[in-house]
């Protein structure tokens, strides 16, 4: 049963440390996504990646955020320093090379920073 | 304009009834259409793709996508309490960047 995975599940920090959130993409999708969902803004997206290399990080406070691909199961997202505004659901997401690109989505890290 | 609207509702329908769900897009070029699901404190779940104009039925679901109109809708037949939930709408060209809108919110009343 391929799925994404996402870790921590759950992650409470305070203010001005360091956040680092992992996702392991489905097997031989090459194209990986990062998305924050909050109840205000809904699902936006921070950055995307294909075949390891990054696309798109528009979406991403650039001062602070920091995503990356080091292999192909492997994506980070890194938030430093972390501020209460980024309290959110963190999703990753995958899918493959066409025709179809349906994207999965892992299970999402909720950050609470304080 | 955003690039894909939904109405956020809340939409309300009895069991049994058959839930209508509504997205336009803005992008002429959009290829793939997604719906998903998504429950309350779980991740968003794909429930249906549609790539050409018309309907596709899986089980209870029928998305259909009118491209000439830029409009795609999801109908949930013989609705079920357990239907309910938030149904975002995707959209995508050739795997590029994914559009979604905001979600409309279900909710079946047994």
């Known amino acids: 049963d391929a799925r994404v995975t996402q870790t921590p599940r759950h992650k409470v920090t305070e203010m001005g440390q360091e956040v680092t959130m992992r996702c392991q993409p489905i097997?031989?999708?090459?194209?990986v996504f990062w998305y924050r969902q909050t109840m205000m803004q809904g699902l936006e997206l921070l950055a995307y990646?294909?075949?390891?290399?990054?696309?798109?990080d528009s979406g991403m406070p650039k001062d602070r955020f920091s995503a990356e691909m080091p292999d192909a199961t492997l994506a980070t997202l890194k938030i430093q320093p972390s501020e209460p505004r980024d309290s959110a659901v963190y999703f990753c997401?995958?899918?493959?090379?066409?025709?179809?690109?349906?994207?999965?989505f892992g299970p999402g890290t909720r950050l609470t920073v304080t | 304009q955003k690039e894909v609207e939904q109405n956020s509702g809340p939409l309300s329908v009895p069991e049994g009834a058959i839930a209508s769900l509504n997205c336009t897009y803005s992008?002429?070029?959009?290829?793939?259409f997604f719906w998903y699901r998504q429950y309350s404190g779980k991740s968003p779940e794909l429930i249906m793709s549609?790539?050409?104009?018309g309907d596709k039925e899986d089980g209870r679901f029928t998305a259909q996508l009118n491209k000439a109109s830029q409009y795609v809708s999801l109908l949930i037949r013989d609705s079920q309490p357990s239907d309910s939930a938030t149904y975002l709408c995707?959209?995508?060209?050739?795997?590029?960047?994914?559009?979604f809108g905001t979600g409309t919110s279900l909710t079946v009343i047994p």
């Open positions: 997401a995958s899918n493959p090379e066409g025709p179809s690109y349906e994207q999965y």
């Open positions: 995707a959209v995508n060209s050739f795997g590029n960047q994914f559009y």
């Open positions: 990646f294909r075949n390891r290399a990054p696309l798109d």
């Open positions: 097997l031989g999708h090459n194209t």
């Open positions: 549609i790539y050409s104009n």
């Open positions: 992008d002429r070029v959009s290829q793939s």
